[in-house]
């Protein structure tokens, strides 16, 4: 009987201390998902990429036909060690056209759409923007270019206003000697107007060209030079 009390009590006793683990066990568990829940983990904030974390590839053609306008294919590669911010917008990546001394197209005056897409880019990785010129001299105001029509009948009305003073600037020196006509009729015919390449919404003309890749403001590439024909 005795010995049966005693299986029985050291059975409690047992059993009690191996709920007490269980139980300390499950609560320190439990403290612990509670603290790894209130710890946050902070990531750094990315920055902006500058131009020396690229590397710009462009892709255009060498030549093009005048009028035809010229696609610009841009890939951008972060080689930098870490993660930044790339804004592949209209207003933030552009093309700039020139010749000679002269600016001929900024595709950041008239920004396509979007104007702005930021992206973040991992080190290694390549981001991707194309940009379209339509072969026109760029207007500041960003309005269509001129329609061909609309300069052929500005040539045919000037060469109509030059013959028209002519003719007058004739019969009236008819009337004098013949040392006035021949001074008068020297003197006063305009010449006809020619459409100017480089004026605002008129089609490039053929000639030598450069075009450079920039990111707000900055160059990214160094000139490249095509050919209109």
């Known amino acids: 009987m005795v010995l049966v009390l005693g299986i029985a009590l050291l059975a409690g006793v047992s059993g009690g201390i191996l709920s ?3 139980w300390a066990r499950n609560t320190i568990r439990a403290q612990d998902d509670r603290a790894a829940a209130q710890t946050a983990t902070t990531y750094p904030n990315p920055v902006d990429c500058t131009a020396d974390d690229l590397d710009v590839t462009l ?3 060498d030549s093009v036909s005048a009028g035809s306008g010229m696609t610009l294919s841009i890939t951008v590669n972060n080689t930098g060690s870490e993660a930044c911010l790339l804004d592949l917008g209209g207003e933030h990546i552009g093309a700039v056209v020139t010749s000679g001394t002269q600016t001929i197209w900024e595709s950041t ?3 396509f759409t979007p104007t702005s897409r930021r992206l973040l880019v991992a080190p290694g990785d390549d981001a991707a923007a194309t940009i379209i010129w339509d072969g026109n001299v760029a207007s500041s105001d960003c309005a269509p270019a001129a329609v061909q029509a609309g300069t052929a009948t500005a040539s045919a009305t000037a060469t109509a206003t030059a ?4 003719e007058t600037t004739d019969g009236a020196a008819t009337e004098g000697t013949g040392d006035a006509q021949e001074t008068e009729g020297t003197g006063d015919a305009p010449a006809e107007e020619t459409p100017t390449a480089a004026a605002s919404g008129n089609v490039a003309t053929a000639g030598t060209y450069r075009v450079r890749i920039q990111l707000d403001g900055a160059d990214l590439t160094e000139d490249r030079v095509f050919v209109i024909e």
């Not at 013959?163 to 002519?166: G, V």
């Open 20 to 22: 007490a683990a269980v």
């Open 59 to 61: 892709t255009s053609p």
């Open 109 to 111: 005056v008239c920004p």
């Open 163 to 166: 013959e028209a003073t002519a």
